[in-house]
Nanobody, 129 residues
């Protein structure tokens, strides 16, 4: 069982930056897929970025490529999402997720929500234009 808690959300103006953190406790596996998802009101949950522990392979949604960076500190069991160049379309509830079922798509961890078993409670990001 893995318990995940996000932090770092908030309100920012367009063009600004935020860094989300997600701390995992319990029994995280040394080999896992980790990901960030987001969901805006009335929209489906979107896989924003994924990373494979321990090798570090990453994958991003086209909408955030070049602006967002996913990383992790395995020693602290903490997952990060650095978000730069934020715009109003990035406003959403952001969730971190983990899966001991390592499912690769095109050489990187899947960004499909049904492939993830453990979820945080979410942190809100609001970008004003």
């Amino acid at each position: 069982q893995v318990h995940m808690v996000e932090s770092g959300g908030g309100s920012v103006q367009a063009g600004g930056s935020l860094r989300l953190s997600c701390t995992a406790s319990g029994s995280p596996s040394p080999r896992m897929c980790l990901a960030w998802f987001r969901q805006a009101p009335g929209k489906e949950r979107e896989g924003v970025a994924s990373i494979y522990r321990p090798a570090g392979a990453t994958d991003y949604a086209d909408s955030v490529k070049g602006r967002f960076t996913i990383s992790e500190d395995p020693f602290e069991n903490t997952l990060y999402l650095q978000m730069n160049g934020l715009n109003a379309e990035d406003s959403a509830m952001y969730y971190c997720a983990a899966s001991p079922r390592v499912l690769f798509v095109r050489g990187a961890c899947s960004r499909t929500s049904t492939n993830y078993d453990y979820w945080g409670q979410g942190t809100q990001v609001t970008v004003s234009s």
